[in-house]
């Protein structure tokens, strides 16, 4: 949530991709979107990313369950 914070309040526009909404509420009260789905599932990523424009992705997962994440996925 801190980037999406320091992002928004920077007066970018900001998509968060959360797999739930446990901070709708805050994110939608700093005039950003959210997009709910799984990080791991790449139909849902490529979904959201056909939704709109992006200037930039930043991705803040690194582990999942201990494991470090390796991505195979490239915009």
């Given at each position: 949530?801190?980037?999406?914070r320091?992002?928004?309040?920077?007066?970018?526009?900001?998509?968060?991709?959360?797999?739930?909404?446990?901070?709708?509420?805050?994110?939608?009260?700093?005039?950003?979107?959210l997009?709910?789905?799984?990080?791991?599932?790449?139909?849902?990523?490529e979904?959201?990313?056909?939704?709109?424009?992006?200037?930039?992705?930043?991705?803040?997962?690194?582990?999942?369950?201990?494991?470090?994440?390796?991505?195979?996925?490239?915009?």
């Amino acid at each position: 949530m801190e980037v999406v914070r320091t992002l928004a309040k920077a007066g970018s526009w900001v998509t968060a991709y959360q797999r739930g909404d446990k901070f709708r509420k805050e994110i939608e009260d700093l005039g950003s979107m959210l997009a709910i789905g799984d990080v791991l599932d790449v139909a849902t990523i490529e979904k959201v990313l056909r939704s709109n424009s992006f200037d930039a992705v930043v991705c803040t997962v690194g582990k999942l369950h201990g494991q470090l994440i390796r991505y195979s996925y490239c915009i």
